[in-house]
């Protein structure tokens, strides 16, 4: 018997927040039915998760292998010129990023599609800067999401100071994972020790009583290096989700 398929479907959102239109891909499991209702992993560079990170074609097969119940991805594609604007902590655009994201992403996804309304059910993902507005995103809304995925965070140090300020009211877990050599990353405002960020980041989450599972593995700052794990990420989220809850 052939394997069912994948589907990814591809919507073009125009944000009122962010003033110009922004792609979301969805990628559907096999078997997909519209009368059952579905977590949801929701993306930033949704585009790269897709294609570089190849997210959809691991959670289709770990699906049809039976490693994974069914799950929806939404993939929300980044304004290249415009990144660190959106998912710096104190981007020019970060406010209207994120209120694009809560306000207009959200509601047409979980309107259009058979999404799980529980905020246990959805998780949030990032790489780099994505991972600090995907802190940013949660930590600001935790009526929304339970659970992060943060790859190799660019923690800077107003991250590191907004995250120790801001009060957790509910509970969260996090994944979080680090290659071994960022120690040296070279970004547009210079060179960062994103290991040892990501160190700290572990320590303040843990004070504020995150679950956390944490890796340091051979790796640099590139998307090699995190596709290799991001099945291990979509096992993690399937422990959390307690799927036979859905």
């Known amino acids: 018997m052939d394997t069912p398929k994948r589907r990814i479907i591809g919507h073009t959102l125009y944000s009122a927040h962010l003033e110009e239109e922004r ?5 559907l499991p096999p078997d997909y039915d519209e009368n059952k209702s579905y977590p949801i992993l929701y993306c930033h560079d949704g585009n790269e998760f897709f ?16 490693k994974l119940k069914p799950f929806l991805i939404a993939g929300i594609a980044v304004n ?8 710096a902590l104190f981007g020019q655009r970060n406010d209207a990023y994120t209120r694009f994201v809560i306000e207009e992403c959200i509601p ?9 309304k529980e905020r246990f059910y959805r998780a949030m993902a990032g790489i780099s800067l994505g991972a600090v507005v995907t802190l940013e995103l949660v930590f600001a809304n935790p009526q929304l999401f339970e659970q992060l995925i943060l790859f190799s965070g660019a923690f800077y140090q107003e991250v590191l100071t907004y995250v120790n300020r801001i009060p957790l009211t ?9 290659g071994e050599q960022e120690q040296d990353v070279e970004t547009p405002s210079g060179h960062y020790n ?7 980041m572990k320590a303040l989450l843990e004070d504020k009583a995150l679950q956390i599972t944490y890796q340091e593995k051979t790796g640099t700052h590139i998307w090699g290096f995190w596709q290799k794990y991001i099945p291990e990420v979509l096992m993690w989220l399937h422990q959390k989700w307690h799927f036979e809850e859905v």
Do not use: C, P, W
């Open 23 to 27: 792609t979301v891909k969805i990628f």
């Open 51 to 66: 294609s570089h990170g190849r997210i959809a074609t691991f959670a289709a097969d770990l699906i049809a292998q039976g």
């Open 80 to 87: 290249h010129e415009r990144r660190a604007d959106d998912y």
């Open 108 to 116: 047409f996804v979980e309107q259009s599609y058979a999404i799980h």
């Open 170 to 178: 509910h509970k969260m877990s996090a994944y979080m994972i680090v």
């Open 194 to 200: 994103f290991l040892q960020a990501n160190r700290e």
